[in-house]
């Protein structure tokens, strides 16, 4: 199985850059998804990478290093929407469109 | 854009019953997965529900207990039988809607069940 790591919660402020790691471990990586989940809400696809280096998107920004099994997601200008969970998920080459999810950051915005 | 819908959105139901959830896709698409986000907690993959043939279970998951059907490329239902308060949970359903990156899986809103 896979090993994915993310830290629970993580706290910035408005207009601030906050960066969520994300490391795991597995076999015939295929490529690694974040989500964001509101509360009460299902995830919503934010970001892909399968190849090293960075996909940059608006304010969202991710970023993929196979070798070091290592992932990041940027946030940047945060805004008080931008509170919610961010969901790390790795699919594999040997599971078809199947997602291992981490735990989840939950990042808290304040004014 | 291709849509993704569930209901119910949400139940409340007795121990020991059963609730069928219906997955809609207005789209084809090759792969639609069950998921289970317990209180507080990630997504767990219950199945990939596979058009016209069983469903293949994750570890921890038998059909007995969660049988799921795949009648075309567009519809699907999950049950949950013989309902315990662990159950209570919010089952989502997924496919991967043509557009997205790789095989990105884009989510339906979700079922909320309370088992009391």
């Known amino acids: 199985g896979q090993n994915i790591d993310q830290p629970t919660e993580m706290t910035a402020t408005e207009g601030a850059i906050v960066q969520i790691n994300c490391t795991y471990q597995?076999?015939?990586?295929?490529?690694l998804f974040w989500y964001q989940q509101h509360a009460g809400e299902a995830p919503t696809f934010l970001s892909y990478?399968?190849?090293?280096g960075l996909e940059e998107k608006g304010r969202f920004s991710s970023f993929l290093s196979r070798s070091k099994g290592y992932s990041y997601l940027l946030l940047k200008e945060l805004q008080m929407k931008d509170s919610a969970s961010y969901l790390c998920?790795?699919?594999?080459?040997?599971?078809?469109?199947?997602?291992?999810f981490g735990a989840g950051t939950q990042v808290v915005v304040t004014p | 854009s291709a849509v993704i819908s569930q209901k119910p959105s949400r139940d409340i139901c007795q121990r020991g019953t059963s609730l069928t959830i219906q997955c809609q896709v207005d789209s084809q698409v090759t792969m639609m997965f069950w998921y289970r986000q317990q209180p507080g907690q990630s997504l767990t993959l219950i199945a990939t529900?596979?058009?016209?043939?069983?469903?293949?279970?994750e570890s921890g998951f038998v059909i007995d207990k969660f049988p799921i059907s795949r009648p075309n490329l567009t519809f699907s239902t999950l049950t949950v039988s013989n309902m315990s308060p662990e159950d209570s949970s919010i089952y989502l359903c997924?496919?991967?809607?043509?557009?997205?990156?790789?095989?990105?899986?884009?989510f339906g809103p979700g079922t909320r069940l309370t088992v009391l």
């Open positions: 529900a596979n058009q016209g043939s069983e469903a293949t279970y």
């Open positions: 998920a790795v699919m594999t080459t040997d599971s078809w469109g199947k997602l291992q």
């Open positions: 990478n399968v190849l090293d």
């Open positions: 597995t076999s015939g990586f295929n490529g």
């Open positions: 997924s496919g991967d809607l043509a557009g997205g990156p790789g095989d990105t899986q884009y």
